[in-house]
């Protein structure tokens, strides 16, 4: 085996127990840079999402099923670089039958469903300020979940990552300076905080399931298996967007939106495949770092981008540049070099174990 394999370690008490890495063929200088792209990756195509889902919002668009359908609808973008990657490895479609591949697709797109429609409700019903503090739980949920579902080791440098996250979530929350709901939608309000809280819980559940899948069930060694994870969960979960946005009866009112976006109809169909793509890339980001690292380092990442979105709207919507924020943000960055410093630890420690095996 080449010396610069990558490979995972995992402590259990005094054990320093070696788990094979789910890319066996890749050097721990390119699992670094696949980590780095997709860090990458998911940063900035989440907060340009989050900010065209603001715009939609802003300039008059209010369907909540088409929210939540450009969450997940761009998949077939993705089939382009399916084809240019070598297909999943063969093993892994020996072990796992085409029953069990639909079933975690199946319960995967589901679960990714229900949260994008609960995210969306979210996003309608709160200031963006309450909807960030209630999403900062997912972070503490995601590591319950890890604990338990994926065996992950809370060492006190992930401990203190995940805590610095969270604080700085609820900084920017504090600071943020958008409305907040009228007193006549206290319900809307409550039905909000409740929607988000609830989003926050399966998209944790949702991020650990999905590692448990990649480790136990399907242990695929090739990235094709990513985009695999992303194309089919996304085709299940676009299914449950149409279908709500029939059953619903939205879609009879879109010609109506679109004819009074305020900046043209032109800008509106832009708005909405900008917003598709923009989730697909974030997505693939997310669920590439489940694949390589973890869920919990992919839900840290993802709650990274929630804190640097509002430098974007800075720029873009002309926010301002608060003292909290910059705090907020340094805060953030030193809890994402914690978890950063961690994997190097890991990486070390199997470099270690390797010559002590080799000799
Ligand atoms: N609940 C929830 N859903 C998401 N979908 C994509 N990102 C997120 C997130 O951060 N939270």
């Given at each position: 085996m080449d010396e610069e394999e990558t490979m995972l370690v995992k402590e259990e008490g005094e054990e320093t127990i070696i788990v094979l890495p789910q890319?066996?063929?890749?050097k721990r200088s390119q699992w670094w840079i696949l980590v780095f792209i997709s860090i990458f990756f998911l940063i900035s195509a989440q907060a340009v999402a989050v900010l065209l889902g603001r715009f939609y919002y802003d300039k008059g668009g209010n369907s909540k099923w088409i929210s939540t359908l450009v969450q997940t609808g761009g998949f077939p973008i993705l089939y382009l670089p399916l084809c240019l990657l070598p297909p999943s490895s063969s093993s892994s479609s020996c072990l796992s039958s085409l029953k069990t591949l639909v079933c975690i697709y199946v319960s995967l797109g589901l679960a990714i469903g229900l949260d994008n429609l609960l995210y969306s409700l979210g996003l309608l019903y709160l200031s963006a300020s309450t909807y960030s503090l209630i999403s900062a739980t997912q972070l503490a949920f995601n590591a319950v979940f890890s604990y338990y579902i994926n065996s992950q080791k809370i060492t006190f440098l992930i401990l203190i990552s995940v805590l610095l996250l969270s604080f700085s979530a609820v900084l920017i929350s504090l600071d943020d300076d958008s409305d907040t709901p009228s007193g006549d939608s206290k319900l809307k309000y409550l039905l909000g905080c409740l929607c988000t809280l609830v989003a926050s819980l399966i998209y944790s559940l949702q991020l650990s399931l999905m590692q448990y899948s990649f480790e136990k069930v399907l242990k695929s060694e090739t990235l094709s298996m990513v985009l695999e994870m992303q194309i089919y969960t996304s085709l299940v979960a676009s299914c449950v967007s149409v279908i709500g946005l029939f059953a619903s009866g939205e879609w009879k009112l879109l010609s109506v939106e679109m004819k009074e976006f305020h900046e043209g109809q032109v800008s509106y169909v832009l708005t909405l495949v900008g917003t598709a793509v923009s989730w697909q890339f974030g997505s693939v980001g997310a669920v590439a770092l489940i694949f390589l690292v973890s869920s919990l380092f992919s839900n840290l990442i993802g709650t990274l981008s929630l804190i640097v979105t509002p430098l974007a709207a800075i720029a873009v919507f002309h926010d301002k540049l608060t003292e909290v924020k910059m705090v907020a943000m340094t805060i953030a960055f030193l809890g994402f070099a914690f978890y950063i410093y961690q994997n190097y630890l890991d990486d070390l420690k199997v470099q270690s174990a390797r010559e002590t095996q080799d000799d």
């Open positions: 890319l066996l063929k890749l």
